[in-house]
């Protein structure tokens, strides 16, 4: 299996779990801030370490009118100072081929969302990077058709490639977890991340904003641990209730410790 390596992670078969972690949005920067502070205190205190997430723009909001982010460049500038500021890896999701590029001197994982894992001029931009990649499957395919995704990617020489798994669509407004997809996508010889929040969204199931259950993020994540992932993502935030983005998936910070510490104890049985 290809190991993916940044300044201070590795992912790879025998490595520790790793943990993505944030809230959804980027919702300013002394929340920014105050939020890597707590998750670096929660994993410093478990002797683990954490990349950090936030988005800058969610492009795939359910309205028109729902909050999307601060936007390219004032995000990678909040961003850029949590970096700086709590010395963590920053994570983020990128559109386009010129937002790829942009990100890509900032950030030091870049994310394809789900449903732009067939864009080929943007999996080429991120393979151009030479950056970690971080491909989510659509909600459409099967596991093995990431294959295809992956050579995108790959023939930029960028081997730095974590597959994850984000559910896939059962019906209208539902989507389903198949952890068989772990395994089958690591037989493609990478890594795989399980998004243990973005798995329990209804998608559209609100109306004007996706809908979702936090109650079931704890399941799914330990059992994604069980069958053997390389790393797990989980958006949180202090309050979801008042998120501006997912707020009924987002794992509140008060639940944050004791599923790191159930998560490593889970590996910890299975290795």
Same mark, same amino acid.
């Given at each position: 299996?290809?190991?993916?390596?940044?300044?201070?992670?590795?992912?790879?078969? =025998?490595?520790?779990?790793?943990?993505?972690?944030?809230?959804?949005?980027?919702?300013?920067?002394? %929340?920014?801030?105050?939020?890597?502070?707590?998750?670096?205190?929660?994993?410093?205190?478990?002797?683990?370490?954490?990349?950090?997430?936030?988005?800058?723009?969610?492009? =795939? *909001?359910?309205?028109?009118?729902?909050? *999307?982010?601060?936007?390219?460049?004032?995000?990678? %500038?909040? @961003?850029?100072? &949590?970096?700086?500021?709590?010395?963590?890896?920053?994570?983020?999701?990128?559109?386009?081929?010129?937002?790829?590029?942009?990100?890509? +001197?900032?950030?030091?994982?870049?994310?394809?969302?789900?449903?732009?894992? *067939?864009?080929?001029?943007?999996?080429?931009?991120?393979?151009?990077?030479?950056?970690?990649?971080?491909?989510?499957?659509?909600? /459409?395919?099967?596991?093995?058709?990431?294959?295809?995704?992956?050579?995108?990617?790959?023939?930029?020489?960028?081997?730095?490639?974590?597959?994850?798994?984000?559910?896939?669509? /059962?019906?209208? !407004?539902?989507? &389903?977890?198949?952890?068989?997809?772990?395994?089958?996508?690591?037989?493609?010889?990478?890594? &795989?991340? /399980?998004?243990?929040?973005?798995? @329990?969204?209804?998608?559209?199931?609100?109306?004007? +904003?996706?809908?979702?259950?936090?109650?079931? &993020?704890?399941?799914?994540?330990?059992?994604?641990?069980?069958?053997?992932? !390389?790393?797990?993502?989980? +958006?949180?935030?202090?309050?979801? %209730?008042?998120?501006?983005?997912?707020? %009924?998936?987002?794992?509140?910070?008060?639940?944050?410790?004791?599923?790191?510490?159930?998560?490593?104890?889970?590996?910890?049985?299975?290795?």
């Amino acid at each position: 299996m290809q190991s993916i390596k940044g300044s201070s992670f590795e992912i790879g078969e =025998n490595t520790p779990l790793t943990f993505i972690l944030g809230p959804c949005v980027i919702e300013g920067e002394e %929340k920014a801030l105050q939020a890597c502070a707590f998750i670096q205190q929660v994993t410093k205190e478990l002797g683990i370490s954490f990349i950090y997430k936030s988005s800058y723009d969610k492009a =795939n *909001r359910s309205s028109l009118d729902s909050y *999307r982010g601060p936007g390219l460049e004032k995000g990678l %500038k909040i @961003l850029k100072k &949590v970096k700086n500021t709590f010395k963590v890896p920053i994570f983020t999701d990128v559109h386009t081929p010129e937002e790829a590029l942009q990100a890509g +001197e900032v950030c030091d994982f870049l994310q394809v969302p789900a449903f732009l894992c *067939r864009q080929t001029d943007l999996l080429i931009a991120c393979g151009k990077t030479q950056k970690p990649i971080s491909l989510k499957k659509g909600q /459409f395919l099967a596991p093995w058709d990431m294959e295809a995704a992956i050579q995108k990617i790959t023939a930029q020489g960028n081997h730095q490639v974590l597959l994850t798994e984000r559910g896939t669509s /059962f019906g209208y !407004n539902n989507l &389903v977890a198949d952890l068989r997809s772990i395994p089958i996508m690591q037989e493609l010889g990478y890594p &795989v991340c /399980f998004d243990a929040t973005h798995s @329990l969204q209804l998608p559209g199931k609100d109306k004007k +904003e996706s809908g979702g259950d936090s109650r079931f &993020v704890p399941y799914l994540a330990k059992a994604a641990v069980a069958a053997g992932c !390389n790393a797990i993502y989980m +958006e949180t935030h202090p309050n979801p %209730k008042e998120a501006l983005s997912d707020k %009924k998936t987002q794992l509140p910070f008060s639940k944050l410790k004791k599923l790191l510490q159930t998560c490593l104890q889970i590996q910890k049985a299975i290795k």
